[in-house]
């Protein structure tokens, strides 16, 4: 059974830091291409971060310079590091693993951005 379970949300003041982590059971995340999702409310699921299998990463627009996904293969685990945070960084953020046709998600972690 695949698991994917994030850690490391709360609530913290803008200008601060959380680093978000995905951790993987029943499957090798060094072999998925994994990505960071964030989805606030009334608004769709939106892609942050990504990392492929050969360490490349892609950012959204609005976190680059302010994040940074990496990975951790002896952990089997992702994770999403967020400086000067804003408040419109607040959603529920999501740890997704890619790998061909397999397509697993965690349970999301909720992140708030308020003074």
């Known amino acids: 059974q695949v698991q994917l379970v994030e850690a490391g949300g709360g609530l913290v003041q803008p200008g601060g830091s959380l680093r978000l982590s995905c951790a993987a059971s029943?499957?090798?995340?060094?072999?998925?291409?994994m990505g960071w999702y964030r989805q606030a409310p009334g608004n769709r699921r939106e892609l942050v971060a990504s990392i492929g299998t050969y360490g490349d990463t892609n950012y959204a627009d609005s976190v680059k310079g302010r994040f940074t996904i990496s990975r951790d293969n002896a952990k089997n685990t992702v994770h999403l590091q967020m400086n000067s945070l804003k408040p419109e960084d607040t959603a529920v953020y999501y740890c997704?693993?890619?790998?061909?046709?397999?397509?697993?998600w965690g349970q999301g972690t909720q992140v708030t951005v308020s003074s």
């Open positions: 997704n693993a890619v790998r061909m046709i397999r397509d697993y």
């Open positions: 029943g499957i090798v995340l060094s072999m998925y291409a």
